[in-house]
């Protein structure tokens, strides 16, 4: 009987096994004004054109701990898109919600640095311009929708878990929980114009497609008020032109209630009774 060798013993055990795809960072994406981290994970069977999804962890959070928190890769696996996992070594690991930079288009700010980290990702991989998603729970819902106001032409769509309005922090110290300023993530109170005129000015030169967004948000959060959630709504259902046309309770679980604007394909909000902060 033909023994195989040591080497080709390993090589079928590593075949059997498969090269499993991890978390990588990478450090030269491009300008990086605020010097945060990018952590990308490329799935084995990678698909044709791949989308790419932004994925922001929330403050105190880490890109490997949000990675491991969310279910996000094993999709990746089954349907070879590519998850950007950014990290901020800044504000007590919270994002750059409040600064000029960050809320407006090309200026610079955590925001840039996550578009250029966007950029890369399209050119190495040959991905797909026309699917790059946002999403993220706490500081990463609220950087979700800074990224979708100011770079409404780079995310196509994304999903804000316990999150505020665009610019709800605009000119803050901070953006921390222990920031001096609570205003924000209490609630703060303007009229939908208002919020939809803070959008146009990150952005003046934009008429575009915007970005489709879903506002998840837990009714028991007593870190983040609901009420930053209906903010929020108010400011999206103006700059995409879209009503409240539909509320339909139990949908996507018993706990929450689905409200609908339009037809439900640019803009739809969630709300999960007896759910607290993060509301995943």
């Known amino acids: ?96 919600i409040n600064s000029a930079d960050s809320l407006t288009h090309g200026q610079g700010g955590d925001a840039l640095g996550i578009v250029n980290m966007v950029k890369y990702t399209l050119t190495k991989y040959n991905a797909d311009a026309s699917k790059v998603y946002a999403m993220g729970a706490s500081s990463g819902a609220m950087m979700t929708n800074v990224l979708a ?44 114009e208002q919020w939809a005129e803070f959008v146009h000015n990150a952005y003046p030169d934009y008429s575009g497609r915007r970005t489709r967004m879903m506002i998840v948000h837990g009714l028991a959060d007593k870190i983040v008020r609901p009420q930053a959630a209906v903010e929020a709504l108010k400011q999206w259902s103006t700059v995409l032109n879209v009503s409240l046309t539909n509320i339909i309770e139990g949908v996507p679980s018993a706990a929450y209630t689905q409200h609908i604007y339009g037809n439900g394909t640019k803009l739809q909000g969630m709300f999960g009774a007896g759910v607290g902060h993060w509301a995943l």
């Open 149 to 192: 106001e100011s770079y409404p032409d780079v995310f196509e769509a994304g999903a804000a878990f316990s999150g505020v309005a665009f610019a709800c922090a605009a000119g803050d110290v901070s953006a921390t929980p222990i920031s001096p300023n609570q205003t924000c993530v209490q609630g703060l109170d303007h009229t939908a």
């Open 1 to 96: 009987m033909l023994i195989p060798s040591p080497s080709l013993l390993v090589l079928t055990a590593l075949a059997a096994l498969g090269f499993a795809a991890s978390l990588v960072q990478v450090e030269d994406f491009g300008a990086n004004p605020t010097n945060i981290y990018m952590y990308i994970y490329v799935p084995d069977k990678l698909a044709t054109k791949p989308a790419v999804i932004v994925a922001m962890h929330q403050c105190g959070g880490s890109a490997p701990s949000w990675y491991n928190m969310t279910k996000l890769p094993s999709y990746a696996d089954s349907n070879g898109f590519i998850l950007i996992y950014p990290g901020t070594p800044n504000m007590d690991k919270c994002w750059d």
